[in-house]
Each structure stands twice: as C-alpha cells, then as structure tokens.
C-alpha cells in the first residue's frame, strides 16, 4: 500500500518486513531507545480483525494472535520474550520495574495501566483501538514508560502522574524528559457527554479539550491534546512532547477504532524498549 500522509516533523511513517509502523524522528538521537505505534498492517488476520491483531479478548482466534505476535517481534529483531504486557483497566496505577526479581516471582495478573522501568531488553506493551498510547523517555537517567490513557485513565491524569513518578522515584529533571503521543481517536470523531466533562472538571486546559456540540449534555473530545497538557502541566516543555495528530476512527485503514467499528475489531501494538 501507498505511504501514509502526516505531518513528517512529528512522526515518520516506516516498514519493518511487513509491519508498517509510526515512529517520533525527534528520538532518532536515543540510540538506546526503540519504540514503535504500529498500524493494523502486516498480520495474518482477517474481517474485522485484519490484519496485525494483537489481541484474542475481543473473539480473534488465538492462533492468528499468537502467529501475529511472531510477526511483530521478527520485524523489530525480538523475541516474544521481549514483550512485556500489561492487563489495561482504565485507570492510573503505574507498575514499576526496576528490578530483576520482579520479572521472576510476578505471577499475579498485571492490572495496570502504565509501566515505568530502567532495565534494558522489556518492550513495554501498549495495545490501543482509539485510547491514547503516550511513550516517555528520559535520555539523561535511561527510564522509559508506556502510558495506556482512554478518558478514564485521562481524567485521572495517568501521563501527568508518570512524569511526576520519574521526578519523585528516579530523579529525572522535566527538562530531560521526552513523551510521543501516538494515533488515537481525534476530536473530529469522539463524542461524549456531560458526564465525562464532569470527571474532568480539574484538568489542565478543560476548556481546550472540549468542544460543545448542538445537541444538550455532548461535546466533542481532544484526548490527545489532554494529554499533551498534563505532560506539559507536570512540568515538561511542548518542545519535548510530539503529537502524531492522526485519527484512528478516521483513518480505519491504517488504525484499529473500537468507536469507529461498532466495538469488535482488532488492538494495535505501541512498545517503547531500552535496547539490550
């Protein structure tokens, strides 16, 4: 297929074998970061799931996830060892691995919807059908983070918290820090009512993120420019926050949309690594 078009100062457009994929330039100077928001192309699905489903919880056969999972991890030179994944709940507890022994003795489920480590060769895992996947590097201290954020984990400030979490625990300065937002539902396609607004009443810039529509009690939401502002809010500079500004209700040929498909389709994959 035809290269996508974006806007190329935020996000570049790249083809791995088959899996197509979205990556900040801003980052290329990180060589010790690989990080990927990878399109629905590539995969061996089929129908509502086509192509590179990551995910059997929506009704896909386990077979195709797990042959798409192999395909992932060859286009980017892992294993499947490599990916570390989270079960993601929509709200804002932050798992923390810093330490071996963790990968060793967990065996609980992981609910969690933020993952924050300093240990080289665990691709933290982000699978998204139009919530926002915030990828956060500090080059300066080697920390990375993967932030699920729909508009629950939104309106608890998840990406707000991570970034206070890498000040507080690990001693990153905000000035280091770096966030991509990746493609999600854009402003354009997600409608939602009084109720979401209410449970947003003390973000950051409340009144930009919404726009109010004709009928009673509906708005229009920006969650990408959300969390753009608490990032910005919890003390880093718009210079080191890049936006991929893509829709993926509206670009559905390239992006997974849980809204945009009526609730049964495919996960995309976003992964952020320090490069063992």
């Not at 061996?44 to 195709?64: I, K, T, Y």
């Not at 060793?104 to 665990?122: F, M, Q, S, W």
């Not at 500079?237 to 040929?253: E, F, K, P, Y």
Request: hydrophobic fraction near 40%; glycine fraction near 8%.
């Amino acid at each position: 297929m035809d290269k996508p078009s974006l806007n190329e100062d935020k996000f570049v457009w790249k083809k791995n074998d088959q899996v197509e994929y979205f990556k900040s330039p801003a980052w290329e100077a990180y060589s010790f970061v690989a990080h990927a928001f990878c399109t629905r192309r590539g995969g061996v699905s089929s129908g509502r799931f086509a192509a590179l489903n990551m995910s059997g919880r929506e009704g896909e056969e386990d077979a195709n996830v797990s042959a798409n999972w192999d395909i992932a991890a060859a286009a980017f030179g892992l294993t499947r060892r490599h990916f570390f994944r989270i079960h993601q709940v929509h709200g804002d507890k932050i798992l923390v691995i810093d330490s071996a022994d963790f990968l060793i003795h967990t065996c609980r489920p992981l609910e969690y919807d933020a993952v924050v480590t300093n240990r080289p060769g665990l691709a933290l895992c982000i699978l998204t059908a139009d919530c926002v996947p915030v990828l956060v590097a500090d080059p300066a201290r080697r920390i990375v983070a993967a932030v699920h954020a729909g508009w629950r984990g939104t309106a608890l400030n998840i990406s707000g918290q991570v970034v206070t979490l890498l000040r507080e625990r690990f001693g990153s300065s905000t000035r280091d820090i770096r966030a991509a937002v990746g493609p999600a539902i854009g402003p354009c396609c997600y409608e939602v009512d009084d109720a979401v607004r209410a449970a947003m009443d003390r973000h950051p810039g409340r009144d930009a993120i919404f726009t109010k529509q004709k009928e009673p009690g509906k708005w229009r939401l920006d969650l990408a420019l959300a969390n753009r502002l608490q990032i910005e809010a919890a003390g880093v500079t718009g210079g080191n926050i890049q936006v991929a500004n893509l829709c993926t209700s509206c670009r559905r040929d390239l992006f997974y949309s849980h809204r945009g498909e009526g609730g049964k389709t495919g996960r995309l994959l976003n992964f952020i690594m320090i490069s063992p």
